[in-house]
């Protein structure tokens, strides 16, 4: 299988080449969206400052060239940044950067849920040292959230508020739980999820990279399905729009990943876009003979649908 970039060959944006590894990352020059494929899963991704805010403190990642994706697995990332003077900003770029690590060699003997966990903790711990040697991003910060989509499986690690859904057969599912007071709130049964959304403190992440050494993060590992949408969201989609809007986007815009996602951006500017949005969407391609434009039902009724991908 060769990976191929079907439209964005400015891939370099944020860029920078990691030894041979490719990375994307949103900085004042990079691209604000794009699209590609890579082991025939198709990918789009897009960031928006939103309406409201100054700067974007979210940052996403989606690896390229370089690493061996047929091996080591397609990896895609969202952070979201906290902490003043552009200091959240840094912290999500840091973090997306440093998930590149997954890929290095020198991890490549642990278990890829391990080894995705473990590269979240180094960016908490790079994190951590930035804060320490620099009076000025103290209190920095960011969430992070990551998807790796290897042979027949899907590999998440998952610190904070940021959000990975499944879109599987015409249905939305939350493959994360948020890190945040309300979410907890909500868990106990103390909130319901509609207060959720409206509460005041609904800002108020309780897991972040960056806020200690010893950092736990969410590990989980599902099979992929054929014509699995999978969506990487930081809050600034999801704490805007609801998940039926969310899926009934995905749903609508099946085809097309890119229109997915800016659809999806799109709905949350119309919602006042009060936060930065920033969006991963990754397909896994439907089943042989599954019929175009029946989104969510590959293989059709009956066909659970399951595929092993090289
Ligand atoms: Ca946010």
Known sequence: MTQSERSDTGVTAGGATKGDKMYLATTPEAKQSGTLVLETFEIAYRTDIGLIRQGNEDNYFVVGQGADLKTQGVLVGVADGMGGHNAGEV????????LASYYD????ALEPEERLADAVKRANIRIL??????LDMQGLGTTLTALCLKESKAIVAHVGDCR????????????TMDHSLVQEAVREGILTPEQARVHPQRNIITRALGTQDDLEVDTLTLPIQAGDVYLLASDGLH????????EDIIHQEYNNVDRITEALVQSALAEGGNDNVTVVVVKVPQAEGALDG?????????????VTLP
């Open 239 to 246: 704490g805007l729009i609801e998940d039926f809007e969310i």
């Open 91 to 98: 912290a999500s770029l840091v973090a997306v950067e440093t």
């Open 105 to 108: 060699p020198a991890f490549l």
């Open 294 to 306: 029946e989104p969510g039902s590959p293989g059709g009724p009956g066909d659970d649908g399951d």
């Open 164 to 175: 990975i859904y499944l879109y599987r057969r015409g249905q939305l599912s939350q493959m």
């Open 129 to 134: 040292d930035l804060s320490n040697q620099n």
